[in-house]
């Protein structure tokens, strides 16, 4: 598969954050001013999906790091959303500033070192179903089920209610090979957020058992609570 892309950075800006040099060549970036501390990412999402010229968008968190090339040349275009991931691993803080520094790290994921080094095995989180964390989607499917709901701020439950949509249109496909890694930060700041996103989901008339129905299907053999 060709493996060339446009590269879209939607960024939110406001004049209590620094922002995103300029420094990325052959990309398309967005710099949207929204005068709130909290991250609107359904709103960032959206706006660079209507600027997207491609069929298929990858929309990938700055947090979420994947094996991309590799995923690109096996990736068959037929589904409308795509799970780029079989599992993810969450970084300590020190894994992660060692990623940043450029420092080897090793992890592990079905026997391959993803960053080709040669070492440990390595605990791996499951995030079943983790949408806007990094996913792959059809345009046109992606508009048909009403894009990001953009009534979440911040994070929490905003990729779920997504991924509830996107399996009533037509499923998600779920790349088994590949592993997700999640980047270190803080969360102190998503406390409010999630009050109000689960108010949010709950009004919609969805609830924790709708996705654990969607969990158990791709995921028979993990047990979730």
């Keep these: 598969m060709q493996t060339g892309c446009n590269v879209i950075i939607s960024e939110q800006v406001n004049n209590r954050c620094n922002t995103l040099p300029d420094i990325f060549s052959d990309t398309t970036h ?3 001013y929204i005068d709130d501390d909290k991250i609107h990412k359904s709103t960032l999402i959206n706006i660079g999906t209507d600027l997207a010229e491609t069929p ?14 590799k995923i690109l040349d096996t990736l068959q275009l037929s589904d409308n959303f795509i799970q780029p991931f ?8 020190t894994e992660t500033q060692h990623i940043l520094e450029g420092a080897p790290t090793h992890i592990r994921f079905h026997g391959e070192d993803i960053f080709n080094n040669t070492s440990s095995s390595e605990y791996l989180r499951q995030i079943c179903l983790y949408g806007a964390l990094s996913f792959i989607f059809n345009k046109n499917a992606f508009m048909e089920i009403g894009m990001m709901d953009e009534a979440y701020t911040g994070w929490g439950l905003e990729d779920t209610d997504l991924c509830i949509r996107a399996e009533a249109h037509s499923g998600i496909h779920i790349v088994r090979t590949s592993l997700g890694v999640h980047l270190w930060h803080t969360r102190e700041a998503c ?8 108010k949010h989901f709950t009004s919609k008339g969805l609830s924790h058992d709708t996705w654990k129905h969607i969990f158990t299907k791709y995921y028979p053999e993990w047990d979730i609570k």
């Design 56 to 69: 298929y968008i990858w929309v990938n968190d700055i947090d979420c790091y994947l094996h991309f090339s």
């Design 86 to 93: 079989e599992v993810v691993k969450d970084l300590t803080e």
């Design 30 to 32: 967005i710099k949207t």
């Design 191 to 198: 406390i409010d957020t999630n009050k109000h996103n689960n």
